[in-house]
């Protein structure tokens, strides 16, 4: 199984969950310039929409969207801890989760990566993310992680688009249950070791 990835991007949560599973695994780089991988070939012909997250499962079988490939790898891990099995109403919360990290978060952040968004559509972006971090951070000061008592996949996921702040002009530790998170989450080894494999610790 390989991953193919940008270093802090959203490929980084799975990225995360494969080393929390003990998964073998390997991972190649995509230059997003270039769009070429490290090994130098053509990212477009492995995977049509040109983005990261991309899982290579096996020879001409690969596996696209963030949430379905967190999904994918705990279910083939039977990983029930960190993803309730499919069918139980647990496994809605869980996906109701994943799907508002990947509506309101990751792709409500990820539009401030673009450098030609006017001031104005900026600040419009940043109160809308606001206001769903505010909700985040209500349900961390009930919880200690996004779904409950344990980490679950959500938790890769929400840690590395809320990682992001720093970058996009977003002052996260403005949350304090948020900023409790991060901290916990940072210092998990399976964090630490994906971090250290993309090149973004020291
Ligand atoms: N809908 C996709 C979005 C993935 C995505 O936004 N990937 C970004 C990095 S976080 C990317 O590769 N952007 C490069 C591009 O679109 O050219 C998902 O949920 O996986």
Redesign the pocket.
Same mark, same amino acid.
């Given at each position: 199984m390989k991953l193919y990835y %940008?270093p802090g %991007?959203?490929?980084m949560a799975p990225h995360i969950l494969l080393n929390e599973l003990g998964k073998k695994f390997t991972i190649e780089k995509?230059d997003?310039g270039t769009?070429k991988t490290e090994g130098g070939k053509d990212f477009n012909k492995i995977n049509a929409?040109?983005?990261?997250?991309t899982l290579e499962i096996k020879k001409d079988e690969v596996l696209?969207?963030?949430?379905t490939?967190l999904q994918y790898l705990a279910d083939k891990a039977k990983a029930t801890k960190m993803l309730p099995k499919a069918g139980t109403m647990a496994r809605y919360r869980a996906m109701e989760t994943l799907n508002f990290i %990947?509506s309101e978060l990751?792709?409500g952040m990820?539009g401030l990566f673009n450098k030609a968004m006017p001031e104005e559509g900026r600040k419009i972006i940043i109160e809308r993310v606001s206001k769903r971090l505010d909700y985040v951070d209500g349900l961390l000061a009930k919880t200690k992680f996004i779904g409950g008592k344990t980490f679950g996949v959500s938790d890769a996921y929400a840690f590395t688009i809320m990682n992001w702040g720093g970058w996009v002009g977003i002052d996260i530790k403005k949350w304090k249950n948020i900023a409790r998170f991060m901290e916990m989450m940072a210092a998990r080894p399976s964090v630490q070791a994906t971090m250290k494999a993309e090149g973004l610790l020291g």
């Amino acid at each position: 199984m390989k991953l193919y990835y %940008a270093p802090g %991007a959203c490929s980084m949560a799975p990225h995360i969950l494969l080393n929390e599973l003990g998964k073998k695994f390997t991972i190649e780089k995509i230059d997003m310039g270039t769009k070429k991988t490290e090994g130098g070939k053509d990212f477009n012909k492995i995977n049509a929409k040109s983005y990261v997250p991309t899982l290579e499962i096996k020879k001409d079988e690969v596996l696209t969207e963030v949430s379905t490939i967190l999904q994918y790898l705990a279910d083939k891990a039977k990983a029930t801890k960190m993803l309730p099995k499919a069918g139980t109403m647990a496994r809605y919360r869980a996906m109701e989760t994943l799907n508002f990290i %990947a509506s309101e978060l990751h792709k409500g952040m990820g539009g401030l990566f673009n450098k030609a968004m006017p001031e104005e559509g900026r600040k419009i972006i940043i109160e809308r993310v606001s206001k769903r971090l505010d909700y985040v951070d209500g349900l961390l000061a009930k919880t200690k992680f996004i779904g409950g008592k344990t980490f679950g996949v959500s938790d890769a996921y929400a840690f590395t688009i809320m990682n992001w702040g720093g970058w996009v002009g977003i002052d996260i530790k403005k949350w304090k249950n948020i900023a409790r998170f991060m901290e916990m989450m940072a210092a998990r080894p399976s964090v630490q070791a994906t971090m250290k494999a993309e090149g973004l610790l020291g």
